[in-house]
């Protein structure tokens, strides 16, 4: 084996929670592009379930779709049993459930004197239900899975961690305070659980994904009739690469945090997002 590569990933057993997404699919089959066997862990079963038999018969990878809820402790025991019995001892876990939601964003960007006249639109007219949503979906839904499927890593003194964090927890964007502050808490908790597992080998990192169109947030970004919102334009004038990044950029630093290769790189969050987080807008 070539020290030097992504070969050490060959059959090894991950489990990614939100892995039917958009992200989540195209991260299982750069994973099984490397070799590494999934259980594609998601709410949606069906989805999951397809997504794990395309992605078997386009690699020969043995893949898995399981069903949980990352919220739910008793059904993420129950995968995990599931996963041992059908793949093996976890090694690798990707924390990819979470998004964001309308009812947790803002009309406006920032308050003007006449949004005083209605505050619908503005931060007080934010639902608290959907800020404990957001919140729990990418908080506790980060969590409750690294306990539980972690123990397979515990017995064997080794595993590898990637938690998904965004572009907006270095910096809130607009609009979405509950998910900026969900996904800031996200990379202290990569901090804080990497210094926890240490020394016990087991690694924590996270990437922070920009901008990428998907469906959680196209309707922040395209109007109906599909052409780009003002918010679009700004995104792009602030990336110095002008343009949205594709979930297959995200691949490349995936394997590099999972594989053995980063084996003394633990507690980072890396920005893949053509260069936003760099440039100061001027
Ligand atoms: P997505 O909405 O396409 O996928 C999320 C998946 O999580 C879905 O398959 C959904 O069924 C699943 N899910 C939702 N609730 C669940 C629950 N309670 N239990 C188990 N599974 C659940 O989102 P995506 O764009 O693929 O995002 C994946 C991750 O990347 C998220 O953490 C998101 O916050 C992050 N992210 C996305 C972007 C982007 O531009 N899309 C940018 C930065 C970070």
């Not at 070969?7 to 992200?23: N, P, Q, Y």
């Not at 997504?51 to 995990?80: F, H, R």
Request: hydrophobic fraction near 40%; aromatic fraction near 8%.
């Amino acid at each position: 084996m070539n020290k030097y590569s992504f070969e050490d990933l060959k059959g090894k057993v991950c489990v990614m929670t939100g892995g039917a997404g958009v992200i989540g699919a195209t991260l299982a089959r750069g994973l099984a592009s490397a070799g590494v066997k999934t259980a594609i862990v998601d709410i949606n079963e069906e989805a999951a379930t397809k997504l794990a038999a395309e992605i078997e018969k386009e690699y020969g990878v043995k893949t898995i779709g399981v069903v949980a809820n990352v919220l739910e402790k008793e059904s993420l025991e129950a995968a995990k049993a599931k996963v041992n019995k059908e793949l093996g001892k976890i090694e690798i876990l990707i924390n990819g459930a979470g998004g964001n939601s309308p009812k947790a964003t803002t009309g406006v960007e920032q308050m003007v004197e006449e949004d005083k006249k209605n505050l619908d639109a503005t931060f007080y007219g934010l639902s608290m239900d959907g800020f404990q949503r957001v919140y729990d979906l990418n908080f506790k839904g980060t969590l409750l899975p690294t306990m539980v499927f972690t123990g397979d890593m515990l017995e064997a003194g080794k595993g590898a961690i990637m938690n998904i964090s965004s572009m907006n927890s270095y910096r809130p964007l607009t609009k979405i305070p509950a998910y900026s502050a969900a996904k800031a808490s996200i990379n202290n908790l990569t901090e804080w659980l990497a210094v926890h597992f240490a020394k016990i080998g087991i690694r924590v990192n996270a990437i922070a994904p920009g901008f990428f169109l998907t469906n959680q947030n196209r309707f922040l970004l395209m109007k109906e009739d599909g052409t780009p919102t003002p918010r679009t334009e700004k995104i792009l004038n602030n990336t110095p690469m002008g343009k949205f990044g594709e979930p297959e950029d995200l691949i490349g630093a995936t394997l590099y945090l999972l594989s053995d290769i980063s084996s003394f790189v633990t507690g980072i969050v890396i920005p893949i997002d053509g260069g936003f987080s760099a440039y100061s807008g001027v």
